[in-house]
């Protein structure tokens, strides 16, 4: 009998823990998802922003506007700093496997899961935010820096940006956006 009783309030302890853990669980959640909400409208107002730039100028030797040749490919991912996340990591990592043709490239991973699966799948990593909890704007300027200098420079033909999109606490979407080169859809003019 002592036995069952030490094993029932055992259970129950645990059960007050599991509580607790779900409650901070899901006020991170909640915190998070209003973050991602709020950066919905502005990220979508920066990229058309570039888009109209891009259309209407009349200069085209800017190097970030022509296109050539992809024989290398740069991949920006950005995925989740832990496991135990579903198919979180692993659906980003699969889209970008899915889109590259190529055996091998360079990537710029934003949390470590990402940096860890693409490193061992044989992908250059030529820089990388170590968490994307913590990072900063400096970060972000840092890594895009060192996208655009490699497309300058000719050391990758395109810069792809990996994110997910969140729709729902049940459904993200992996999102592919390709950064560079900058492309407009001239009949949209």
């Not at 296109?67 to 979180?88: M, P, Q, S």
């Not at 980003?92 to 991973?109: C, D, E, F």
């Amino acid at each position: 009998m002592k036995e069952i009783k030490t094993r029932i309030k055992s259970v129950e302890s645990t059960k007050q823990i599991t509580k607790a853990m779900e409650l901070v669980a899901s006020s991170k959640f909640r915190k998070a998802k209003e973050r991602a909400e709020s950066s919905r409208p502005y990220f979508n107002t920066l990229y058309n922003t570039v888009q109209d730039i891009a259309k209407n100028t009349s200069n085209n030797k800017n190097v970030f506007l022509k296109g050539r040749e992809v024989k290398k490919v740069c991949y920006i991912v950005i995925a989740g700093d832990r496991g135990l996340a579903g198919g979180y990591n692993s659906n980003i990592l699969k889209t970008v496997m899915a889109h590259n043709q190529l055996s091998s490239g360079k990537v710029i991973p934003v949390g470590k899961k990402a940096k860890e699966s693409l490193s061992k799948r044989g992908y250059e990593v030529i820089d990388s935010i170590v968490s994307v909890e913590e990072a900063e704007y400096q970060d972000a300027a840092r890594v895009a820096q060192v996208a655009m200098d490699a497309y300058k420079n000719g050391e990758v033909d395109e810069v792809n940006l990996v994110y997910t999109k969140f729709i729902s606490a049940l459904t993200q979407e992996p999102t592919l956006i390709k950064l560079l080169p900058i492309t407009v859809d001239k009949n949209t003019k």
